[in-house]
């Protein structure tokens, strides 16, 4: 998440507080279909690795990160939105780039619709002042773990394709430099006319947290995806954070320009809940800090929620009549 996340923790410190129309997967092909947590760990392993140097926006590690998931989308049949897997950022100085991968729907009037997954890619590179040897910021669980979930539920989506709705892959760039490919993205998909249904954004969850949920959700109180995600999945799988509504952050992450120039429900899952996780925006944030078990765990309960979500006969993802604070 963007500097408010940083900010946040201080003041913590402070207080020391081919399109092909085909059947719906038979649920019994749904229960047998599981992530292997060896897929999690070698997804997040590399994107998480030295060799990507952080994945800086614009930056050779970044590079390496995006043609990584450019590969793992074409292997599971994905095909770009645009003329290419990737989608240039217009507002940011150096060459960056979102990957955006579409999934065209099967349902004659539902396929219009688009239904948003991302998570941003990017992190904050090398940090040269940094204390010790290593100064690279690795950003395993800021966001190598979210872009890791959201890939694996692109991988059994991209391979099924039972999707009524159509759906955008999106992997975001410069979220670190104030949501920059968020913003574009968001910007270009409205001057074209797409119809958006919905977003659902995926956001450092490599830490298991300590409440009787499994993640938190952005803007808790804006709309009633919070309801309809537990409803889908048939338990708690998510719930409110007081400390997400202290710092505001339904504007922290990639949800909140989709909100601005769409106003749908657009929200951000994350498991980071300030106090299980010591490593943000820090060199120490490496792929041994995370709960791999608990990804694929993760993973595991947003397949049929996801899916559900996207095949809905009518938009049941809601606004709520709740004003969103500046």
Do not use: W
Request: glycine share 6%; net charge negative; hydrophobic share 35%.
């Amino acid at each position: 998440m963007k500097k408010i996340l940083g900010l946040a923790l201080l003041a913590l410190v402070g207080c020391k507080t081919t399109s092909k129309v085909i059947d719906p997967i038979p649920p019994q092909l749904e229960t047998v279909y599981e992530v292997s947590e060896a897929n999690v760990a070698e997804t997040l392993k590399y994107l998480s690795s030295d060799e990507l140097e952080g994945r800086d926006s614009g930056s050779k590690g970044i590079e390496k990160a995006a043609v990584y998931l450019e590969n793992q989308l074409k292997q599971n049949g994905i095909k770009p939105y645009f003329s290419s897997y990737r989608d240039t950022l217009t507002n940011y100085k150096t060459i960056s780039y979102n990957v955006v991968g579409y999934i065209e729907g099967n349902d004659k009037k539902l396929k219009n619709e688009v239904v948003i997954l991302g998570a941003h890619y990017d992190h904050i590179g090398i940090t040269p002042e940094a204390k010790g040897e290593d100064k690279i910021n690795n950003g395993a669980n800021d966001n190598a773990s979210g872009t890791t979930v959201l890939s694996e539920i692109a991988k059994y989506l991209g391979t099924f394709k039972t999707n009524k709705r159509s759906v955008l892959i999106v992997y975001f760039s410069a979220e670190e430099k104030g949501l920059l490919g968020s913003y574009h993205l968001a910007k270009k998909l409205k001057e074209k006319g797409v119809n958006v249904y919905t977003l659902l954004n995926f956001e450092m969850l490599g830490v298991p947290m300590n409440y009787d949920y499994d993640m938190f959700i952005t803007g808790y109180d804006f709309s009633n995806m919070a309801t309809k995600l537990n409803e889908y999945a048939e338990s708690t799988l998510v719930g409110k954070s007081e400390m997400a509504e202290k710092y505001n952050l339904f504007k922290a992450s990639d949800n909140y320009p989709f909100y601005e120039q769409f106003g749908i429900p657009s929200h951000t899952i994350s498991a980071f809940d300030f106090s299980n996780f010591n490593y943000y925006h820090h060199p120490k944030d490496e792929f041994q800090e995370m709960d791999t078990q608990f990804m694929t765990k993760l993973a595991n309960k947003m397949l049929p929620v996801v899916t559900k979500m996207i095949n809905a006969d009518t938009q049941e993802i809601k606004m709520n009549n709740q004003e969103v604070k500046k």
